[in-house]
């Protein structure tokens, strides 16, 4: 970013190429979301206020116009793709009991967390149903897929909530599952529906997969390190809820046995956040996130690589430069 541009600026500039695709979702989103029992309108419309950046409705579409132009079909399996994110959504909040998101009360916390786990499987039968609708069952099938390895995902970090000894494999295969399943869905139906060949296919995907594990990464360094203010969601709650991240993890193998012994203490306390990035092994924690920043650019430098297989050389560039300015994200 050059002298005086904020980050929004930055991502306007990197999402204009489909800006007015991503209108084109907004309106499908509104009919197939909105357009729900007058007794959910209330939730629907908080759900509605939640509304972020689009940024897997704009993936799908980059990689649409990468593959040779965005086509009704890219609409849809966008908007399905952003419903089925909102439905993780409510039920991640209510899972790690967090109070806020984009600054405003979480669903289980305005309704209860009954509400909260039935509006999110509304909102997931809805994406389903939009699908059953599209010319063939490929969104279908791949979403229906991915959305239960995200489950899987989901159910495996609570499963593992407080085992300080998770591995780095765990911890990926818990985020291939709940994050990157969903971008690497994402790739692999953009391309599909613009008619791409399977090689182009698999290429779009594993961008998707590996530019989620980057994002999912970066969510965990914003969990330790960010400013709620300027995030705009609850923060420190994975530490404080027992999940071991990857920055916790580069720190954990790099302590010696008493202090690691006075870090798994410390985990197992429902400690804040606070006592982690100040306290004694605050040092220790930057070299972990500073090896982790790196690690991000080596994933997204991976990805960037998967586009030289895409037709339309400057789309992919331009989805490069987004995925590597995501992996850069204050918020």
Known sequence: MTSGT???????????????????VEAW??????????????LLQHVARFRGKRL?????????????????????VAGIVEMI???????????????????????????????????????YSQAFLASTSMEDQEC????????????AGEMFQNLTRRDFELSEAD?????????????????????YYANAPKDQQHAA?????????????VDDLLDLEGDEDKVGKSLGTDWARGKMTLPVIRLRDTLDAGSRQQLRQSFASDSVREELTTGPHAAQLQQAVAA????????????????????????ADDLGKLTRFLGQRKR
């Open 205 to 217: 995907a594993r961008h998707g997969l590996l530019s989620g594990r980057a994002f999912q990464v």
């Open 292 to 315: 982790c920043r790196t690690e991000i650019e080596d994933m997204l430098e991976q990805a960037a690589q998967q586009l030289n297989a895409l037709p339309e050389r400057d789309i």
């Open 85 to 123: 994110h909102a439905a993780t959504l409510i039920h991640d909040d209510m899972l790690d009991e967090a109070v806020q998101r984009r600054q405003l009360d979480c669903v289980h916390v305005e309704w209860g967390p009954h509400t909260a786990v039935l509006l999110g499987d509304w909102v």
């Open 6 to 24: 904020t980050a929004t600026d930055t991502l306007q500039v990197l999402l204009s190429s489909v800006q007015s695709d991503l209108d084109q």
């Open 56 to 76: 897997r409705a704009a993936y799908v579409l980059m990689i649409a116009n990468a593959c040779g132009g965005v086509r009704p079909a890219h609409i849809e």
């Open 140 to 151: 279908s099938r791949v979403l229906a897929e991915a959305t239960s390895r995200v489950c």
């Open 171 to 191: 911890y990926f295969s818990q985020v291939d599952g709940k994050t990157a399943a969903l971008f690497e869905a994402g790739g692999q139906l953009a391309a």
């Open 29 to 42: 989103l509104e009919k197939h979301l909105m357009d729900g029992p007058v007794e959910l309108a209330p």
